[in-house]
């Protein structure tokens, strides 16, 4: 939401060129290149974490926020392998909030859903939305409901379900109110008017 992606993604690669990144400097690398738009970099960043079996995350505090993070670049990138196996890291997290430190990583029923929504799983993928909402609104957090709610109205787009995604979107507008959130009010206006819609 800062539009700081390209000096995150600089501060990254500089540490990156003095030793290889690994854990969670890895996956907030990859992360930021995917939403920069650099997806094929991202995919293989992706890669080379799955090649180990992601082993190289750390057992501590940042565990939470790489696995975030690489579950938000496999779900970008349609990385089905991948997908595949964070969906199974991140099962034993189902209903709780994910990140560290000052970084939230919002639900880790909201990244299951965008898993399963490319694992081809739409039944899971509504439940763990629906959850993501409801955990989202009890932590009293616009910016987490409205992002779970967007997420959700691209997962009917993509089914072609027009009318489910809308309200979702209308929802999403009116939570995000007077907030200054370029970020998702651009998904939002995207999603409006994608052809179909």
Request: charged fraction near 25%.
């Amino acid at each position: 939401e800062q539009g700081r992606m390209d000096e995150v993604m600089a501060l990254l690669t500089d540490r990156a060129g003095a030793r290889p990144a690994s854990g969670a400097a890895a996956a907030a690398l990859a992360f930021a290149m995917v939403e920069s738009g650099c997806r094929h970099e991202a995919a293989v960043l992706l890669f080379r974490a799955e090649c180990g079996g992601f082993g190289d995350i750390a057992d501590d505090v940042e565990w939470p926020l790489a696995v975030a993070m690489w579950s938000e670049v496999a779900a970008q990138t349609g990385d089905v392998d991948c997908a595949s196996t964070l969906h199974d890291i991140l099962g034993s997290m189902d209903g709780l909030g994910m990140g560290s430190g000052g970084v939230s990583c919002g639900p880790a029923s909201r990244l299951l859903a965008i898993l399963e929504q490319g694992l081809g799983g739409p039944e899971d993928a509504d439940r763990h939305f629906a959850e993501a909402i409801e955990f989202s609104r009890r932590l009293e957090s616009p910016v987490w409901t409205a992002r779970c709610q967007l997420d959700w109205a691209e997962a009917w787009t993509a089914r072609g379900e027009a009318l489910w995604a809308g309200q979702l979107i209308d929802e999403a507008d009116a939570v995000m109110g007077s907030l200054v959130l370029p970020t998702l009010r651009q998904q939002s206006a995207d999603l409006r008017h994608r052809p179909g819609r």
